[in-house]
């Protein structure tokens, strides 16, 4: 059978997408982490590919198969993405962090397995950059930059409020509070906040809600419509 050619529309431009948890090491056998699938993150990859962009995705530790076309980078720690972001958000016309970056490491690795010791223990915990705030205050090539934010509460002022302190271009709003969405899930809903327009996109499959975001982007740059 004949597949209908999707239309091209993001051809010469450059993706650069963080996708699913970070993984912050406490000795060389534990770690903090969260419970991001990097579904979403994937499926905005795979999106922006299908219309033809090049496409980086920074991943952290997941159980997802890279889609078709896209380069990856596997990191671990927020840190390793940090790094791997700004090195390629230089290069891109659009970054979108939907990683769920751990916001906190521990101030220590102990090079040696912590030993259990009294009834109670403090771990020293350190905050990580903000990669998604690093690279919109890039000075030069500074990408269109989109943010996510998984709310359990008061979603439209949370989100708002980090649109405007990590000075970003766009921001995706899911209300995790919802049973069956988000996290780990196939589905999920969001609302797409931008500062003075918004868009809300009724719960669907992480797949198509993907290629809605990325074409909204690519009409916020001003591309054909698709
Ligand atoms: N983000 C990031 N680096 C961090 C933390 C978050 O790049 N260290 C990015 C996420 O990828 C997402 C956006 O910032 O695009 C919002 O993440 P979120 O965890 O919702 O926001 P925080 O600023 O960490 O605030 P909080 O967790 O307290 O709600
Ligand atoms: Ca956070």
Redesign the pocket.
Known sequence: AQLSPVPQVLDGKVFTV?AGPTREALDPVRYITNHSSGKMGYALAQAARALGARVNLISGPVNIQAPQGVDVIYVNS?VEMRDAAITLAEKSDVFI???A?A?YRAADISEQKIKKQGDEMTIALVK?????AEVAALTQNRPYTV????ETQDVKK?ALG?LKN?QLNMICANDVSQEGLGFNSDNNALTLFWENDQQSLPASNKKELALTVVKAIAGKLGLPSV
């Open positions: 963080t927020a962090g939907c990683a970056v916001d990580n950059p903000d990669i998604i943010g996510f934010a998984a949370y980090k990590k």
